[in-house]
T-cell receptor, first 111, second 112 residues
Framework: EDKVVQSPLSLVVHEGDTVTLNCSYE??????LLWYKQEKKAPTFLFML????IEKKSGRLSSILDKKELFSILNITATQTGDSAIYLC???????????FGPGTRLSVLP | SQTIHQWPATLVQPVGSPLSLECTVE??????LYWYRQAAGRGLQLLFY??????ISSEVPQNLSASRPQDRQFILSSKKLLLSDSGFYLC???????????FGAGTRLSVL
């Protein structure tokens, strides 16, 4: 069974801290790994990773994939209260339903 | 540019009543369409997906059904709602070679 695991499930930090969110997966036909940010409603797309070792970066957020060890990390530096959200990791597959989602990490950034 | 519309935003329904949630996509042709449910504090559970008109794949046996009467329209239905159907329902689409899903704003359903 295809599976995506995220850790921690919940995290509370203060503004200015750096956080690392983890995503590991076990799937039979990997195509891509995606990160989403979900505030109150719809998840919004952050990154898609397909190759190991290539960092994707957008402002204070960055992510990297390790296809050998089957995991990805999402880093957020100098956190702000606006970073408070659920961060979802998803794996895109080459067959079937195409995507498997992890449970998400709930990040709370305190002022 | 592509947009996805999902409605209603919130819905309160009594047990045993019917359900119809609608999702439409604009600006793309032949998208893959998805319905997810998200329970409080949990990840997304895939309910249905469709790769074309009239083609529906069900991932989880349940009290719900889906239909795709037009290329860019996806409908989630139930004949009789259960308390356990409460949750946050998200519609999504993907297309092209990038294989990225884009989500609608969601419907928060409360069955009382």
């Amino acid at each position: 069974e295809d599976k995506v695991v995220q850790s921690p499930l919940s995290l509370v930090v203060h503004e200015g801290d750096t956080v690392t969110l983890n995503c590991s997966y076990e799937v039979t036909n990997f195509r891509s790994l995606l990160w989403y940010k979900q505030e109150k409603k719809a998840p919004t797309f952050l990154f898609m990773l397909t190759s190991s070792g290539i960092e994707k970066k957008s402002g204070r957020l960055s992510s990297i994939l390790d296809k050998k060890e089957l995991f990805s990390i999402l880093n957020i530096t100098a956190t702000q209260t606006g970073d408070s959200a659920i961060y979802l990791c998803a794996v895109g597959l080459n067959y079937g339903q195409n995507f498997v989602f992890g449970p998400g990490t709930r990040l709370s950034v305190l002022p | 540019s592509q947009t996805i519309h999902q409605w209603p935003a919130t819905l309160v329904q009594p047990v045993g009543s019917p359900l119809s949630l609608e999702c439409t996509v604009e600006g793309t042709s032949n998208p893959n369409l998805y319905w997810y449910r998200q329970a409080a504090g949990r990840g997304l559970q895939l309910l249905f997906y469709s790769v074309g008109i009239g083609q529906i794949s069900s991932e989880v046996p349940q009290n719900l059904s889906a239909s795709r009467p037009q290329d860019r329209q996806f409908i989630l239905s139930s004949k009789k709602l259960l308390l356990s159907d409460s949750g946050f329902y998200l519609c999504a689409w993907s297309a092209g070679t990038k294989n990225i899903q884009y989500f609608g704003a969601g419907t928060r359903l409360s069955v009382l």
